[in-house]
């Protein structure tokens, strides 16, 4: 994962209720767990995991 799409993410995540959205960039990047549920979160809202500027095509 590139360091644009962990500070894309990191900004979705401080937006959300989630309780680590009070977070520096720093401490959100080394959890792997925080950004596993950010990224779960992300595909279940229909988002899908990466590619976070990019706009995403249907299909």
């Known amino acids: 994962m ?9 900004r979705e995540n ?3 209720d989630h309780f680590s ?3 520096t960039f720093t401490m959100f990047s080394m959890s792997t767990s925080t ?9 279940n809202e229909g988002k899908g995991v ?3 500027n ?3 095509e249907e299909v």
């Open 2 to 10: 590139s360091l644009t799409e962990r500070e894309d993410l990191w």
């Open 14 to 16: 401080y937006e959300s």
């Open 21 to 23: 959205s009070s977070w």
């Open 35 to 43: 950004m596993w549920q950010a990224m779960s979160r992300r595909f």
């Open 50 to 52: 990466l590619n976070l």
């Open 54 to 56: 990019e706009q995403e």
